[in-house]
């Protein structure tokens, strides 16, 4: 899905800022006609903004169902004769648009964009009320999944399988767009090169008839590099300036609809890179060189804000990933902001690009975060067809909206799903190959859990890579590290005695670390230990060729549901929630800016 850009065609208008705002306590106010008056209430709403930090009413912070969120706004008059939408960067996690009272579109997924097609409720010059309901609640046709436990009093409770806060909200910009009813739909574009020469390949869907020009610009110089003609094609860029890791490198293609006159219709610019990526034996190449993955886990969470967007917090992420010496992450556990993508596309950052589906394995939601569930992770009463329907598409949404990116290097299809079982490999394999389908030019992996080890996981061999997430010397052998390096070094060699040629990068190795705590022994929770720690992880890294990359676990603390094994959140940031170091950004900024096999993608926040 394209992203909303002002051309010589497209208009957009920002809807940020404050909502009416209403808490739907019953879950019954759409059958109650809400949505066809203005809303009765008092509440705001910031948005961006996840709802639950920023109300100082715990039952608000708390509900389980829907919010209501309502706006008027004005259609400019020279908007005449244009198609209306709003756009939403994401939604968490399903909403009902409604204009003028009528429903327009319903969305179910949290984390990806979608529009609401409003034109026939938007006269130029007039205003139209808007109204989204917000729903928060997960259940097993949702991904991620969870389930909503309702209480003999009447109340509910959200269970969810994953380790981070359900927050919820409309969590990214909102824009009204005017685009024309003759436009690009959609846009996708292939790039390889060859010596000094890079080879463009470009696939436009348009709607309505026009004729399609397209010119390559470089986005450094504005210079037109190619040009070309039709809604398929190609074009070569002599001396191409090839997207590197820790350097970026952009292009604009320019697609024009034109009509038979030669009038311009429409107008879009999508950005590309050129580079080529691939898995040879245990190696991951990009442009041919050898890659190694330095970096975290992350993930969209702050104070206040929740999981909503913020260029400034994005930005102050993005530096500190620079100053540690790193040259990649992944979007654990959900498709982050498109602002966040574009980023890394301009800086060179390299991404795992993940989709929400986390949290598909009932033996760990009952074990570290204490659910209530005891049946079989995939069953048609649990995770079954409607969930395995529900994640193709975000499968596919997320390849639709990623697709041109360069920053993004592999799909991470899902997060520690259950994989030792028959019935896992039944429920991945289609997923695979729809993956692979939508897009034939990038890896695919999965995260591997530590309960599905060599010899148990089912559908490891499905995959490129080899995605471990680990806890020696935290959820086992917690203190004892000599011990939890003998079982982590004998667990690798198990791996690659059965996939000699599958590279292994190490997604998440972490240790729960209260900042200012301190000890001489090796004390669990202490500064100190989470840095003996990866440390130990470090030798095992630098043992094995075949593992490719380390990202620790996580980059910043951040906030999960309460439990009796998370206080105030996950403490396993490098950086304190308010991204402040702790001893362990210290020591991976010195290993990972003096590490030989990272220096290819190393960001260098001083080199202009
Ligand atoms: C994991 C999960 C991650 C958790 C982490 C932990 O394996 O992938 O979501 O936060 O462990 O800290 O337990």
Redesign the pocket.
């Known amino acids: 899905m394209l992203y909303p850009q002002e051309t010589p065609t497209r208009s957009r208008i920002s809807l940020d800022g404050f909502w009416d705002f209403k808490v739907d306590w019953n879950n019954d106010g759409v059958e109650a006609g809400w949505q066809n008056a203005s809303l009765e209430t008092t509440r705001e709403m910031a948005v961006p903004a996840s709802i639950n930090d920023v109300v100082a009413d715990e039952r608000v912070r708390n509900h389980v169902g829907r919010y209501f969120y309502q706006r008027t706004i004005q259609v400019p008059s020279e908007w005449d004769g244009k198609q209306i939408l709003v756009r939403f960067g994401s939604v968490t996690h399903h909403a009902i648009v409604f204009a003028n009272g009528q429903e327009i579109t319903r969305f179910k997924g949290g984390y990806l964009p979608f529009e609401a097609d409003i034109t026939e409720h938007a006269r130029a010059g007039e205003r139209v009320q808007l109204t989204v309901v917000v729903d928060n609640r997960l259940d097993y046709t949702t991904i991620p999944p969870g389930k909503v436990i309702e209480h003999a009093d009447g109340t509910r409770e959200q269970e969810y399988l ?3 806060y359900n927050y919820s909200g409309i969590h990214r910009s909102v824009y009204l767009v005017a685009r024309p009813q003759v436009h690009v739909a959609d846009i996708t574009i292939t790039t390889d090169y060859e010596g000094s020469t890079g080879r463009v390949e470009w696939d436009v869907v348009k709607q309505g008839e026009a004729q399609t020009t397209v010119r390559i610009l470089d986005q450094r110089t504005g210079e037109v590099v190619a040009s070309g003609e039709g809604d398929q094609g190609t074009a070569e860029i002599p001396n191409v300036r090839l997207w590197e890791p820790g350097k970026g490198g952009l292009y604009d293609l320019e697609v024009s609809l034109l009509d038979a006159s030669g009038a311009v219709l429409d107008v879009y610019r999508q950005h590309f890179g050129v580079r080529t990526v691939e898995v040879k034996g245990a190696q991951f190449l990009i442009n041919g060189k050898p890659f190694y993955f330095t970096g975290f ?1 992350m993930h969209e969470d702050h104070e206040t804000l929740g999981k909503a967007h913020s260029d400034a917090h994005l930005m102050q992420d993005m530096e500190l990933l620079s100053w540690i010496g790193a040259n990649s992450l992944r979007t ?2 959900y498709p982050y902001s498109e602002e966040w993508m574009d980023y890394c596309d301009r800086h060179g950052i390299v991404v795992i690009d993940e989709t929400p589906a ?1 949290g598909l394995n009932l033996g ?1 939601a009952g074990g ?1 975060l204490g659910g209530t569930e005891t049946r079989a992770t995939f069953s048609e009463e649990t995770i079954g067809k409607a969930a395995q329907e529900q994640h193709r598409l975000e499968i596919e949404r997320l390849i639709t909206r990623d697709k041109n990116r360069p920053s993004v290097v592999l799909w991470s299809i899902a ?2 799903p259950e994989s030792e079982t028959p019935e896992a490999r039944e429920y991945f394999l289609p997923l695979v190959e729809a993956t692979r389908q939508a897009d034939p030019t990038r890896p695919v992996g999965f ?1 591997n ?2 309960l599905a080890p060599y010899d148990k996981c089912q559908i490891s061999d499905l995959f490129d890579v080899l995605m471990l ?1 680990r ?1 020696y010397g935290w ?1 086992v052998n917690t203190g004892d590290l000599a011990r939890a390096e003998e079982g982590l070094r004998a667990e690798v060699r198990g791996w690659v005695e059965r996939f000699p040629d599958t590279p292994i990068i190490f997604t ?1 190795f ?1 240790a ?1 670390t209260v900042a200012g705590m301190h000890s001489i022994y090796n004390q669990p929770f202490t500064e100190d230990y989470q840095v003996e720690f990866l440390k130990m992880y470090a030798r095992i890294f630098d043992e094995f060729d075949e593992i490719i990359g380390e990202q620790m ?2 980059f910043a603390d951040f906030q ?1 549901k309460f439990g009796i094994v998370r206080v105030d959140g ?1 403490k ?1 940031g490098a950086f304190t929630r308010d991204r402040r170091p702790k001893a362990a950004a210290r020591f991976l900024r010195q290993r990972w800016t003096e590490l030989e096999a990272a220096s290819y993608g190393r960001r260098d926040p001083r080199a202009e």
Do not use: L, R, S
Request: aromatic share 16%; net charge negative.
């Open positions: 994953h380790d981070f886990g654990a556990h986390v760990v570290i997060n520690e995260v859990v530590m997430n806890y959820y998440e972490g729960d676990w996580n999960t996950n396993k």
